[in-house]
């Protein structure tokens, strides 16, 4: 059955108790609020209402307020450890070995260099003096020969440096029997008396030169008259012969006394030059035997560091001694183990902080900080002030490590006085600037907004 739209009756709106069709405009003079919205709008709130919101707008000022004059630092906590301002130096040994002598007791005062102890070896430590005091013998007697140098019994036996040592008594013994050869001796004292006898005789040859020069000018000068009378027709021919082959004899052996000089005079020369290359022989034999002695001298020296490096345990620094193993003699020891560590005994306490790389821009130096220690809790001992006083410019990986100064070192804010130990480990707490809780509250808002977009 077909329906005829027009039958249908259209819907009504109800406003101000009127009813208006749908699609037909209303009056102009139709109200537009209800009843009850009325009623409402033209009653006056309670005053209950109006002081309640009025007490809101005033907590909420005070609120800002409070929040702009409140402000309180942030804390960045990280690892501590008290210590000196020169660090305990830990003791590790060279070589593995049985521990064959203790030479120290925990606790005791030591000094640079000292012998704590000794591992199992074949030169022996009771040895080292004794190679001591010959080095010193041996580079004094290098100095001079007449120092007396006393060589230890045969009995006793070094070692690894036993080679060495046969081979400086070797070159010592050989310097010696050179020192106190006779041969050379009487070699060298019967040259020098050649030597001179020859320089006497050169100088009677010439002397007898002189004379002989003085002999012949005289003869001359009478061979010279006779001949000048010979020419005069005073002397005969067999005469002037007889003349003449005096002064020639005379002339030889004016001429035979300059032969013997010059003959003699070579001959001392050459007595000269036999001492002088027996006594560079015998230098340089010296040389090569005290070259010898140097360079054994050298070599003991150089073994007796190597082998105290690595068998005698020695304390790197002053200052007291602690134990970090228990040790007694025979243990076996190994390489990389921490023995002992030194103390110093007048460095001053400082602490060494490690802080994550979170939040460390906040950090500055000169801020206070508050360290509780492990060994001493802080709710019976109570804590101890600092501030930084450097920061390292390189992290260690994620952490930073800062220098802490101490104004009062150990003593805490319960006025105790601790005892101080080796590396004594706890916790930081640094604070940092003040910062308001406006500000906190406006970053929190700022890393909201920044973080949606």
């Known amino acids: 059955m077909e329906m005829n739209i027009k039958d249908i009756n259209p819907p009504t709106v109800h406003l101000n108790g009127s009813e208006i069709k749908k699609g037909v405009s209303p009056k102009p003079t139709l109200e537009l609020r209800s009843d009850e919205v009325h009623e409402v709008l033209s009653k006056r709130p309670a005053s209950i209402i109006r002081y309640g919101l009025t007490i809101i707008a005033l907590v909420g000022i005070i609120g800002i307020l409070a929040s702009?004059?409140?402000k309180y630092p942030e804390i960045i906590k990280g690892n501590v450890v008290i210590t000196t301002e020169i660090p305990p130096i830990k003791v590790i040994p060279r070589a593995s070995g049985r521990l064959q002598k203790l030479l120290v007791k925990p606790n005791q005062l030591v000094n640079q260099g000292d012998f704590m102890a000794e591992i199992e070896n074949t030169t022996r430590l009771e040895n080292l003096p004794?190679?001591?005091?010959?080095?010193?013998q041996l580079k004094s007697y290098l100095q001079n020969t007449a120092t007396k140098v006393n060589f230890p019994s045969t009995a006793l036996t070094f070692g690894d440096l036993q080679t060495e040592y046969n081979n400086l008594l070797k070159n010592y013994q050989e310097a010696e029997r050179l020192l106190n050869d006779a041969i050379y001796v009487q070699r060298k004292r019967i040259l020098t008396q050649q030597i001179?006898?020859?320089q006497k005789l050169v100088l009677i040859n010439q002397r007898q030169v002189e004379i002989n020069k003085e002999e012949f000018k005289n003869v001359e000068i009478k061979y010279n008259a006779d001949k000048k009378l010979y020419q005069e027709k005073v002397y005969g021919k067999l005469e002037f012969l007889n003349f003449e082959n005096?002064?020639?004899q005379k002339k030889k052996d004016n001429e035979n006394y300059a032969k013997v000089l010059v003959e003699n005079s070579l001959i001392l020369s050459e007595k000269?030059?036999?001492?002088v290359e027996l006594d560079f022989e015998y230098l340089q034999k010296t040389r090569s035997f005290r070259d010898n002695i140097q360079?054994?001298?050298?070599?003991?020296d150089n073994l007796l560091a190597n082998w105290q490096q690595n068998?005698?345990?020695?304390?790197?620094?002053?200052?007291?001694?602690?134990?970090?193993?228990n040790l007694t003699e025979n243990q076996m020891i190994r390489t990389g183990d921490t023995l002992f560590a030194v103390l110093p005994q007048k460095g001053k306490i400082v602490a060494f902080a490690d802080v994550s790389a979170q939040n460390f821009g906040k950090v500055k130096v000169g801020q206070q900080v508050i360290i509780k220690l492990v060994n001493y809790p802080f709710e019976e001992y109570g804590s101890i002030a600092g501030y930084i006083q450097a920061i390292e410019a390189t992290p260690m990986g994620n952490q930073y490590r800062l220098k802490i100064f101490l104004p009062k070192e150990l003593q805490t804010n319960y006025q105790k006085t601790l005892p101080f130990r080796s590396e004594m480990a706890g916790s930081v707490e640094i604070i940092t600037e003040d910062l308001r809780l406006l500000e906190r509250c406006f970053y929190g808002l700022r890393k909201i907004v920044f973080a949606q977009k």
Request: hydrophobic share 40%; no cysteine.
């Open 272 to 275: 000269q030059n036999q001492l």
């Open 246 to 248: 005096t002064f020639l």
């Open 130 to 136: 004794v190679l001591q005091t010959l080095s010193k």
């Open 311 to 325: 068998y005698v345990i020695t304390a790197p620094s002053q200052g007291k001694l602690s134990f970090l193993k």
């Open 68 to 70: 702009w004059y409140i």
């Open 196 to 198: 001179a006898d020859y």
């Open 295 to 300: 360079q054994s001298i050298q070599n003991i």
